[in-house]
């Protein structure tokens, strides 16, 4: 099958092979996501196609996932604050497009459904699977299972942490304007004049002590935790474990952040911080998972 992952940037695809228990991705494409919706579906068509060439059997099935406000049900795209579409039938036009069944679902919950089957979170029963990419959402995995709350659920990025900045999406305060990887790049460039490359560069500077980047860090640290505090006092989780971009700067990240943490939590479960084990491959592992369960149900 075919696995395909809508980024705010890039979209990914991979020719994954595997069981409803792992898979794995046997070659890759990706391209630079457009920023209209009939260029994207094209582009999804071209990246479907050109790994089907590259397959040495038929595809069955493909897993679309994207981000925002996604029901999984129906396979409509909600809603999203970043890309082109408002409740958008993904699944029956791709199905359509594509000449095979297609899964659609959203890209931080098939990331924490991959986590959970084979990952960083495979022992846990109550965990938060937190991608930090351009934004910020969490996979809720509860009494072990994946609540999407109807396609509403696990939307950390949009807990207003009161740090009283604008956010796209109308509100003022969202975790995922100053934490998010594009967030710090931007706020880094804005506080200095410097343009960098993504958050890494920012991660570099903060290593070298430059005081710009750490008090960047540093805001983007108390934002998370602050986040991570509504998902303790709330949902409880055993763990949080943290994906994306971000977290690829593994003790920068995690050691402030559970030491902030700390300062936070008074009766409420303090959970352990993982980084999540699958890297950039999860959203679209994650989406083969929903193509091999939409298969196995039919």
């Not at 129906?74 to 297609?102: A, C, D, I, K």
Request: proline content about 4%.
């Amino acid at each position: 099958m075919v696995a395909v992952d809508i980024g705010g940037t890039e979209t990914k695809a991979a020719l994954v092979s595997g069981t409803p228990d792992a898979v794995a991705a046997h070659k890759h494409a990706r391209r630079t996501t457009p920023s209209e919706l009939e260029p994207l579906l094209a582009v999804i068509a071209e990246l479907v196609d050109e790994l089907r060439q590259a397959s040495e059997h038929e595809i069955d099935a493909v897993g679309v996932v994207a981000p925002g406000i996604v029901d999984e049900a129906s396979g409509v795209g909600v809603y999203t604050t970043n890309l082109p579409w408002s409740q958008f039938p993904f699944s029956t036009v791709l199905t359509e497009r594509l000449g095979v069944p297609v899964a659609f679902g959203h890209d931080v919950r098939a990331a924490g459904l991959a986590e959970c089957r084979m990952g960083a979170a495979k022992d846990l029963r109550n965990a938060v699977i937190m991608p930090i990419g351009t934004g910020i959402a969490g996979a809720l995995l509860l009494d072990g299972k994946i609540f999407s709350g109807d396609g509403y659920a696990g939307e950390i990025g949009h807990v207003n942490v009161g740090h009283g900045v604008p956010c796209a999406c109308g509100q003022i305060g969202c975790v995922e304007t100053v934490a998010s990887s594009a967030a710090i790049a931007r706020r880094y460039t804005a506080r200095t004049g410097t343009p960098v490359n993504g958050a890494a560069e920012v991660a570099r500077r903060v290593s070298d002590g430059e005081q710009d980047a750490v008090a960047v860090w540093q805001e983007a640290v108390d934002a998370l935790a602050r986040g991570i505090l509504v998902l303790a006092t709330l949902l409880g989780p055993e763990a949080v474990v943290l994906g994306g971009g971000l977290a690829l700067a593994g003790d920068l990240l995690v050691d402030p952040l559970r030491k902030r943490l700390d300062g936070l939590i008074a009766f409420q479960r303090r959970p352990e911080l993982r980084l999540a084990a699958l890297g950039d491959e999860a959203g679209f592992l994650g989406a083969a998972l929903l193509a091999i369960d939409m298969l196995e149900a039919s």
